[in-house]
């Protein structure tokens, strides 16, 4: 691309992923999740070109570029440059003060992995566009602008959890946040001798998104059931298990596994924090297994290798507990790992990985860090 020659930025903003301790497809049922993120990162520079319009975008990852014009945002054919093209367009619906801008993007967060590189790179670029221009944006606004765009340029009805922990985190913490009023609490959370461990399956499967739109509308679905009887209940964030018995017969028996999921998960997130508080590590391990469970039975957005992972890691005593991380069907799995016994866990897992499904394993540790930063150039 033509302004890959002499680009000089004047701006450079690292734009983390992330990982959720517990309380996975809590967020779009307005309830609690418990992420943060982690060192791995998109890294962006940018400069204004002096164009009112014209706009570059190059990713170094897919060795790939396009250009947007101010005056004609539209949606691409290419999926990656909806990311881009999504977030122009919110910031554009909010203000008249973008210009033309070019912008390189590289990254070492593996993309579909569950790790969220699609909201560090669509809050990566509003952080870098609010400086760039000096829109004005608070934080809580570009994560909701960014959450839009994967809406509607996308097509994945998510909740607001990737952007918020991409984000807002805080290194050495993990967030509380209530999905509903968006109140959060930075909590510490102190593993030692544990340690966090990613194991990336390299399963991304494609049905994910759509997939997850569905669970949304199955969880839409149990709600109008339970409001028939509970007109206080908005989301399933208000149900309970006692409402949910005695509207048991109403309820599809999918909606039904659904739902129970969702109530259960949002419980587990309570019972987390009460753990974090007290370093009941034992418990936290649990926690991360019944989650699991729940994940692939009741949910169902496991897939065979991360149920493989986790199953596998149950028969290692220094593994406290271990679920898969993120929307689903594939990515990681997130393993409390003794830190004495991380490279055998590792070493065997990945044997075992290989032998079952031909695939070398990814593994790697990952620490609570930062949300999105910047410096100038
Ligand atoms: P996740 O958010 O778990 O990584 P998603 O499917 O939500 O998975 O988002 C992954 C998508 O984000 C990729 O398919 C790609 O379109 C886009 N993406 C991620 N990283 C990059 C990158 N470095 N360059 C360009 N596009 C990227
Ligand atoms: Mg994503």
């Not at 998510?158 to 509903?180: K, P, T």
């Not at 839409?220 to 048991?248: C, Y």
């Amino acid at each position: 691309m033509h302004f890959l020659e002499n680009f000089e930025p004047e701006l450079t903003v690292e734009s983390p992923g992330r990982i959720n301790l517990i309380g996975e497809h809590t967020d779009y049922n307005m309830g609690y999740v418990l992420p943060t993120a982690i060192e791995k990162k998109i890294i962006f520079k940018f400069r204004r070109n002096n164009s009112p319009n014209i706009c570059g975008v190059y990713s170094e990852t897919y060795d790939t570029g396009f250009e947007v014009d101010l005056n004609n945002i539209a949606q691409s054919e290419v999926e990656w440059e909806n990311y881009i093209l999504g977030v122009v367009n919110e910031i554009s619906k909010r203000t008249d003060k973008l210009r033309g801008f070019d912008c390189t993007l590289q990254s070492d967060l593996p993309a579909g992995s569950g790790l969220s590189s699609s909201a560090a790179l669509e809050c990566g670029l509003a952080y870098g566009l609010n400086e760039l221009f000096d829109l004005g944006f608070t934080k809580m606004e570009m994560v909701k602008l960014s959450q839009a765009a994967e809406h509607t340029f996308v097509g994945t009805q998510c909740g607001i959890m990737d952007q918020f922990a991409s984000v807002m985190s805080e290194e050495g913490h993990v967030l509380l946040l209530d999905c509903r009023s968006l109140d959060y609490r930075p909590i510490p959370i102190n593993f030692h001798p544990y340690k966090l461990i990613l194991l990336n399956t390299k399963v991304s499967h494609n049905l994910a998104s759509s997939e997850y739109n569905t669970r949304k509308k199955e969880c839409e679905e149990g709600v109008a059931i339970i409001k028939q009887d509970f007109p206080e209940v908005n989301s399933l964030r208000d149900a309970t298990f006692e409402m949910m018995e005695s509207v048991k017969g109403q309820m599809p028996e999918i909606v039904y596994k659904r739902c129970s999921f969702i109530i259960a998960e949002n419980k587990r997130v309570k019972k987390m924090t009460r753990a974090l508080a007290v370093d009941n590590l034992e418990l936290v391990g649990e926690l991360l297994y019944e989650a699991h469970d729940g994940i692939s039975k009741l949910y169902e957005v496991s897939c065979p290798e991360s149920d493989f992972l986790v199953e596998f890691s149950k028969s290692n005593p220094k593994v406290l507990g271990a679920r898969q991380t993120g929307g689903g069907f594939g990515g990681c799995t997130l393993n409390i790992v003794h830190e004495n016994a991380v490279e055998e866990f590792i070493v065997s897992a990945a044997k075992a990985y290989l032998e079952k499904f031909g695939i070398e394993l990814e593994p790697f540790e990952v620490r609570p860090s930062k949300g999105t930063s910047f410096s100038k150039n």
